[in-house]
């Protein structure tokens, strides 16, 4: 009898453990972290348009509106899990953080969309980048949930690394560029 309740008890913990490792977000996690990984080949990349951005365009040194509003916006982007290339432990409370950024980021980008008058173009990439903004608050989101296994988050964060860069890449450079040569 105690050998099997011993056996018991050491199958009950072994899936416990085997839980914990698969889902580190569940409710049975201890730390509730995860450790995400960027490609080193993106990070690099992703810092040097930044970097380049910033200088070239001389954000928050203007006096244009887009170049003031910009240099609130562009701490988002630089968030250690973005550009380092080591491994990043990012808790549930760093999620909630993010998403206050991204919402805030989100909302400067509004305001700029009604506060200015912009070409065809900086409106469409303008748009754009709003809705961008929109997709990462619901990616972040669906992070935030605890019925993702270790290899679904991997993906996950991973996806929400390539939409931050995108929506840097291709909407707020875009719009940036055209909103200058009005």
Not at 117 to 126: T, W
Not at 149 to 155: N, T
């Amino acid at each position: 009898m105690k050998k099997s309740t011993l056996i018991s008890f050491g199958v009950v913990v072994l899936c416990l453990l085997t839980v914990i490792w698969l889902y580190p977000h569940s409710m049975f996690g201890e730390n509730k972290t995860f450790a995400y990984n960027a490609d080193d080949v993106i990070v690099e990349e992703f810092m040097e348009d930044l970097h380049n951005f910033k200088e070239i365009n001389n954000i928050g040194s203007t006096r244009d509106l887009a170049s003031h509003r910009l240099q609130y916006v562009l701490p988002v982007y630089e968030q250690e899990w973005l550009t380092s290339k080591d491994a990043v432990k990012i808790k549930a409370s760093d999620l909630e953080e993010m998403l206050k950024e991204v919402k805030s980021a989100r909302n400067t980008m509004l305001e700029l969309a009604f506060e200015e008058n912009y070409s065809k173009y900086a409106k469409d990439f303008l748009k754009m980048n709003i809705k961008s903004w929109l997709t990462i608050e619901d990616m972040i989101v669906e992070l935030t949930s605890s019925q993702h296994s270790k290899k679904e988050k991997e993906i996950l964060y991973h996806n929400l690394h390539v939409e931050f860069i995108n929506n840097f890449r291709i909407s707020l450079q875009s719009f940036y560029e055209e909103a200058q040569e009005i």
